[in-house]
């Protein structure tokens, strides 16, 4: 039987496992998102205020009008953060946990 020597591994000091479990963990950089001002998204916009603004703007004065469309363009830039997220078909919801205790 040949005995074969153990290999070296160098010892791991806590510094450098801290680095690569950071490293490890870390969330990856996010894809920038487009600003809600871009051509399509201010076409987004004008058309939702139009729609509301035809149904709406009888009953609303010029500055409930304004804080209409500012909220509008809050709703399309949300929206089109949304829309740039790409999920596949692995991608599941979060399911929270909640433990059972039994209440004595």
Do not use: K, N, W
Request: a negative charge.
């Amino acid at each position: 039987m040949v005995s074969m020597p153990a290999p070296s591994i160098p010892p791991l000091d806590s510094g450098s496992a801290a680095r690569y479990h950071a490293s490890v963990m870390a969330e990856p950089e996010p894809d920038p998102i487009e600003p809600a001002a871009t051509e399509p998204a201010r076409s987004e916009i004008d058309a939702l205020f139009a729609l509301v603004h035809q149904r709406y703007g009888d009953r609303l004065t010029a500055e409930q009008l304004a804080a209409v469309r500012v909220g509008i363009e809050g709703i399309v830039a949300t929206s089109r953060a949304l829309r740039a997220v790409r999920l596949r078909s692995s991608d599941e919801p979060f399911q929270p946990f909640a433990p059972f205790r039994a209440e004595p």
